[in-house]
């Protein structure tokens, strides 16, 4: 048989909370607290946006009035805004001065002439040369 202090030892304890360890009351009350504070910076950001957009919808004024009708390109040099097409012109121009007969100085009797007539014009002349000196 068994004494009878081992019954009550196999028998397992109460269990029960520490009432001292945290308060339950101060938890709840920084909570709530910190719960109006987020409501009240949210309503305080929420009616700044608000004030924003109320004064970006209201027609602005230039200062300068005559500016408004005639618009200006900015300084030189200006972006590409057709990079392809600009490639394309400045080859045809190059292509048309390499190709065609214009005046470079009319005054001094200076010739543009096309790049294959002057090749065949070296190929029948030939390269001038410098005269020996003595």
Known sequence: MHPPNAARRAQPPAVHHETSDVNIR???????????VAVVIGGAVWLLFQYFSAREAQPSFTE???????????????????????????????????????WVDKNTGVVRIPIDRAMQLIVERGLPTRQERP
Do not use: H, K
């Not at 101060?26 to 109006?36: H, K």
């Open 64 to 102: 300068y009035p005559l500016a408004v009708e005639q618009p200006r390109l900015p300084p030189e040099p200006r972006l590409q805004t057709n990079p392809r097409q600009d490639l394309l012109d400045l080859r045809a121009r190059e292509d048309q001065v390499l190709n065609s007969y214009s």
């Open 26 to 36: 101060a938890v709840f009350g920084f909570g709530l607290g910190l719960t109006i």
